[in-house]
C-alpha cells in the first residue's frame, strides 16, 4: 500500500511538473511576443528571462544570456535604467514607472518604462520585471503639437495688439481727422485679414495633417488656374511696379491634373503673392508651365527677382511658421503659406514642391503632379487586375 501511495504521489507530482512547465512555456511564448521590452531579474540581479525586444534594445542575445548579472549585458550608457532596477528592488516599491531615454543607432529614443516587483510565497522580493514600451514618436507629436500651438498663440498676438491698439485710439479720438481715421481703420482691417489668414491656414494645416478635409479630385487644367489666380494677383504687382511675365509651353491644353481645384488654386495664389512680396519694386515675376511626358507630370514654376533665400535656411523654408531671418524687415507673413503648400501639394496630391534660391538675386518655387491622363491609366490596370 505504501508503494503504491508514493507511485501515486510520485505520478501527481510528474502531472503537475507538466503543468507547470507549460504554463511556464505559455507564459514565456506570450512575454517573447510582446513588441515591449520586457527583463525579469532575480534579487541578486542576474537576468531570468529577456524577450527578443529587450535583446535588441540592449545588445545582448537574450536566449544565451540567462543567469548573468544585468550589470554585464547592458553597457554603461543605460546605467540609468540599471539603477531604477535595483532601486525599485530594494525600495520594495509598487510599481513604478519612468520615461527614461536610450541612444540607439545614433538616435535618442524614449521609453516609458514600468518596473515591478516579484514577491514568493512569504512575500519577500524575489525579483523584478520591468517593461519598456517605445514613447518616441509619441512624444514627437507631443512636442509638435506644443510647438504649433505656441507659435499659433505668439502669432496671434501681434494682429490682435495692433488692432486692439489702434481701437482703442479711435475710441480715445486720437484720430481727429477724416484722413488719420482712415490710416487706422485700414490698419485694422489689414490686421484683422493677417488674423483670418492665420486662422485659415491653420486650420487647413491640422485639418490635412489629420485627415479630416474634404478633398474633391477631378481632372483641371492647370493652365486655367493660374490665368485665374494671375488676374487676382495682378494688381497687387501693379502697385509695386513688378512686371509678371507668364510663360507656358504653348498653351498645351494636355496640361490636366487630377486635383483639387481650390486647393490647386490656392497654392498657386500663395506662390504669385509671395514671389510678388518679397521682390522690390522694378523686378519682375516670371511663371513657367510644362508638361514632361516622358514622367507624365505638369510642373508650374514661380521665378522672382527678388531678394533670395540664404543657402543655409533653403532646406528649412516649407517647415512651419519658420520665416527667412534675413527677409523679415522686407514683409509681414504668418510662416504658415508655404508649410501649407507642401501638405496639399505632397500629402494631398502626391506630388513634388521644389525651391532653388540665390541671395539678392531671387528665388524659384514650383510644384508637380501627376497628369491626370497618367492617374487615369492607373486605375484602368487596377480595375484590369
Same mark, same amino acid.
Given at each position: 500500500?505504501?508503494?503504491?501511495?508514493?507511485?501515486?504521489?510520485? $505520478?501527481?507530482?510528474?502531472?503537475?511538473?507538466?503543468?507547470?512547465?507549460?504554463?511556464?512555456?505559455?507564459?514565456?511564448?506570450?512575454?517573447?511576443?510582446?513588441?515591449?521590452?520586457?527583463?525579469?531579474?532575480?534579487?541578486?540581479?542576474?537576468?531570468?528571462?529577456?524577450?527578443?525586444?529587450?535583446?535588441?534594445?540592449?545588445? =545582448?542575445?537574450?536566449?544565451?544570456?540567462?543567469?548573468?548579472?544585468?550589470?554585464?549585458?547592458?553597457?554603461?550608457?543605460?546605467?540609468?535604467?540599471?539603477?531604477?532596477?535595483?532601486?525599485?528592488?530594494?525600495?520594495?516599491?509598487?510599481? #513604478?514607472?519612468?520615461?527614461?531615454? =536610450?541612444?540607439?543607432?545614433?538616435?535618442?529614443?524614449?521609453?516609458?518604462?514600468?518596473?515591478?516587483?516579484?514577491?514568493?510565497? +512569504?512575500?519577500?522580493?524575489?525579483?523584478?520585471? %520591468?517593461?519598456?514600451?517605445?514613447?518616441?514618436?509619441?512624444?514627437?507629436?507631443?512636442?509638435?503639437?506644443?510647438?504649433?500651438?505656441?507659435?499659433?498663440?505668439?502669432?496671434?498676438?501681434?494682429?490682435?495688439?495692433?488692432?486692439?491698439?489702434?481701437?482703442?485710439?479711435?475710441?480715445?479720438?486720437?484720430?481727429?481727422?477724416?484722413?488719420?481715421?482712415?490710416?487706422?481703420?485700414?490698419?485694422?482691417?489689414?490686421?484683422?485679414?493677417?488674423?483670418?489668414?492665420?486662422?485659415?491656414?491653420?486650420?487647413?494645416?491640422?485639418?490635412?495633417?489629420?485627415?479630416?478635409?474634404?478633398?474633391?479630385?477631378? &481632372?483641371?487644367? !492647370?493652365?486655367? !488656374?493660374?490665368?485665374?489666380?494671375?488676374?487676382?494677383?495682378?494688381?497687387?504687382?501693379?502697385?509695386?511696379?513688378?512686371?509678371?511675365?507668364?510663360? +507656358?509651353?504653348?498653351?498645351?491644353?494636355?496640361?490636366?491634373?487630377? %486635383?483639387?481645384?481650390?486647393?490647386?488654386?490656392?497654392?498657386?495664389?500663395?506662390?504669385?503673392?509671395?514671389?510678388?512680396?518679397? #521682390? &522690390?519694386?522694378?523686378?519682375?515675376?516670371?511663371?513657367?508651365?510644362?508638361?514632361?511626358?516622358?514622367?507624365?507630370?505638369?510642373?508650374?514654376?514661380?521665378?522672382?527677382? +527678388?531678394?533670395?533665400?540664404?543657402?543655409?535656411?533653403?532646406?528649412?523654408? =516649407?517647415?512651419?511658421?519658420?520665416?527667412?531671418?534675413?527677409?523679415?524687415?522686407?514683409?509681414?507673413?504668418?510662416?504658415?503659406?508655404?508649410?501649407?503648400?507642401?501638405?496639399?501639394?505632397?500629402?494631398?496630391?502626391?506630388?513634388?514642391?521644389?525651391?532653388?534660391?540665390?541671395?539678392?538675386?531671387?528665388? #524659384?518655387?514650383?510644384?508637380?503632379? &501627376?497628369?491626370?491622363?497618367?492617374?487615369?491609366?492607373?486605375?484602368?490596370?487596377? $480595375?484590369?487586375?
Amino acid at each position: 500500500k505504501v508503494v503504491g501511495r508514493l507511485e501515486q504521489q510520485i $505520478n501527481d507530482l510528474q502531472i503537475q511538473i507538466q503543468l507547470t512547465q507549460h504554463q511556464k512555456g505559455h507564459i514565456e511564448a506570450i512575454i517573447y511576443s510582446i513588441h515591449d521590452a520586457v527583463i525579469v531579474i532575480d534579487e541578486f540581479d542576474r537576468l531570468l528571462m529577456a524577450n527578443e525586444a529587450a535583446g535588441r534594445l540592449f545588445n =545582448f542575445n537574450s536566449s544565451d544570456s540567462p543567469q548573468k548579472r544585468v550589470s554585464e549585458l547592458i553597457d554603461e550608457g543605460k546605467s540609468e535604467f540599471i539603477d531604477f532596477l535595483r532601486h525599485s528592488r530594494q525600495s520594495k516599491a509598487q510599481p #513604478t514607472r519612468k520615461e527614461i531615454e =536610450f541612444s540607439k543607432d545614433e538616435e535618442l529614443k524614449t521609453y516609458d518604462c514600468i518596473v515591478s516587483c516579484i514577491y514568493n510565497e +512569504g512575500r519577500q522580493v524575489c525579483g523584478v520585471v %520591468a517593461v519598456l514600451h517605445d514613447i518616441t514618436r509619441e512624444k514627437q507629436i507631443q512636442q509638435t503639437k506644443n510647438d504649433f500651438v505656441n507659435h499659433v498663440c505668439h502669432e496671434l498676438k501681434t494682429p490682435l495688439a495692433s488692432i486692439s491698439a489702434y481701437s482703442e485710439m479711435l475710441i480715445d479720438g486720437e484720430a481727429d481727422d477724416e484722413q488719420t481715421q482712415k490710416e487706422f481703420y485700414a490698419v485694422i482691417q489689414s490686421q484683422a485679414q493677417r488674423l483670418n489668414r492665420l486662422i485659415e491656414d491653420s486650420l487647413n494645416i491640422s485639418r490635412i495633417e489629420s485627415g479630416l478635409i474634404k478633398v474633391n479630385k477631378e &481632372p483641371v487644367s !492647370l493652365t486655367i !488656374l493660374l490665368e485665374e489666380q494671375l488676374r487676382m494677383i495682378k494688381s497687387y504687382a501693379e502697385e509695386k511696379n513688378i512686371c509678371l511675365k507668364d510663360i +507656358g509651353q504653348s498653351r498645351i491644353v494636355f496640361d490636366q491634373v487630377y %486635383a483639387d481645384k481650390d486647393m490647386i488654386s490656392q497654392v498657386i495664389v500663395n506662390l504669385l503673392s509671395n514671389a510678388v512680396k518679397y #521682390t &522690390p519694386s522694378g523686378g519682375s515675376v516670371k511663371i513657367e508651365t510644362e508638361v514632361d511626358e516622358t514622367v507624365n507630370i505638369a510642373r508650374l514654376s514661380v521665378i522672382d527677382t +527678388g531678394v533670395g533665400i540664404p543657402e543655409s535656411e533653403i532646406d528649412n523654408v =516649407f517647415d512651419k511658421f519658420y520665416r527667412v531671418s534675413t527677409n523679415n524687415r522686407q514683409a509681414k507673413g504668418t510662416g504658415l503659406g508655404l508649410n501649407l503648400v507642401k501638405q496639399i501639394i505632397e500629402k494631398v496630391h502626391d506630388g513634388r514642391v521644389f525651391v532653388s534660391s540665390k541671395q539678392g538675386l531671387g528665388s #524659384t518655387f514650383g510644384f508637380e503632379l &501627376p497628369l491626370a491622363a497618367q492617374r487615369h491609366r492607373e486605375k484602368q490596370i487596377i $480595375n484590369y487586375q
